[in-house]
């Protein structure tokens, strides 16, 4: 199994040698890639050191699969470039997500939608991720009406140059602003760029995405996305409305079963889902499950995950599985 990470030394990147590090596949060629300033840099993986190289080189050496992590401009451009060469690629940009040729898969709830035709497969974003995988079965056995989501997303999703920010802001040094405003001991409610509809383009992410996924463009969702002074993962207050009568019993039960899904939820010993205690975790953590009473068939949760990890890196290293397993590579 000859396997490339392309935008190897970026957090992601990073993250991703360590969940492959971690998995089932037994890689026997690792390829590190990134940009021209990093070829020749040394990369440990599995105890063994490799030497970065350029894309150009990283097509030519004809991997299996290639994880790509290096931002969307050159997922448009090198994703094709692999795919025509044999290489299976998983991106983990938005560069490919709602192209309608393109599968949008998160392995939980629709892997066995990816056929061996399928060269390039979209990662979805971060905060989508963890949401629908809570969602998925409830949305299954129950039918999701509408969503009010609302998230608190970790610097992490920014970038290592915005958590460079808030720790210079932290320690009172001048920092380079990523952020239009200090994140340090503040909130911003504006993730991504904003759109013409008044939307950022995370808000719009987690609408279009979750229909997608779901299979289901009859679902109403509406979200405001923050940005908060947090490393460690995304956390999302998300209010589902169901299509179907139902009561908290089945709610909590649906969900307890849910593959990929740990339920923290004792509040009488103050236990519920917090970035800190999802940090370095591959699973999607839900909490403060309760019936909302202002209208039927409604209820409140809570929903944190680690944004590098299931946000990312395991759920693309998780794609990669699936198809090996599968015979799909």
Not at 132 to 147: P, Y
Request: net charge negative.
């Amino acid at each position: 199994m000859r396997l490339a990470v392309i935008g190897v030394t970026g957090m992601v990147g990073n993250e991703m040698i360590k969940v492959l590090e971690e998995s089932s596949i037994n890689v026997t060629e690792f390829i590190p890639v990134a940009s021209e300033q990093s070829v020749g840099k040394t990369i440990c993986f599995n105890k063994k050191e490799y030497k970065v190289v350029n894309l150009t080189t990283a097509v030519d050496m004809k991997p299996d699969i290639a994880l790509f992590s290096a931002g969307g401009s050159i997922s448009l451009e090198w994703a094709p470039k692999f795919a025509e060469a044999g290489t299976k690629v998983v991106d983990n940009s938005s560069a490919w997500r709602m192209d309608s040729t393109k599968k949008l898969i998160v392995p939980e709830i629709n892997a066995n939608t990816i056929t061996p035709n399928d060269m390039i497969i979209a990662n979805p974003n971060c905060s989508t991720i963890q949401m629908v995988v809570a969602l998925a079965d409830l949305h299954k056995n129950i039918g999701i009406k509408r969503l009010v989501i609302s998230t608190y997303q970790s610097t992490t999703g920014t970038g290592v140059k915005a958590v460079k920010q808030m720790e210079d802001e932290r320690a009172g040094n001048t920092p380079d602003m990523v952020y239009p405003h200090a994140i340090d001991k503040n909130c911003l409610p504006h993730c991504d760029v904003f759109t013409n509809n008044g939307y950022t383009k995370e808000e719009m992410k987690l609408v279009n995405e979750t229909r997608k996924i779901l299979n289901d463009n009859t679902i109403a969702i509406t979200a405001t996305a923050v940005r908060v002074p947090v490393v460690g993962g995304h956390s999302e207050s998300v209010n589902v409305e169901f299509n179907k009568t139902t009561d908290i019993k089945e709610v909590y039960s649906i969900i307890e079963s849910t593959a990929g899904v740990i339920i923290k939820d004792d509040i009488d010993n103050n236990i519920y889902p917090m970035p800190v205690n999802a940090h370095g975790k591959n699973e999607v953590f839900v909490g403060r499950i309760r019936e909302d009473y202002s209208q039927p068939n409604t209820f409140n949760m809570w929903i944190v995950a680690d944004n590098i990890r299931k946000g990312a890196a395991t759920n693309t290293v998780q794609i990669a599985e699936y198809m090996i397993k599968n015979n799909l590579i």
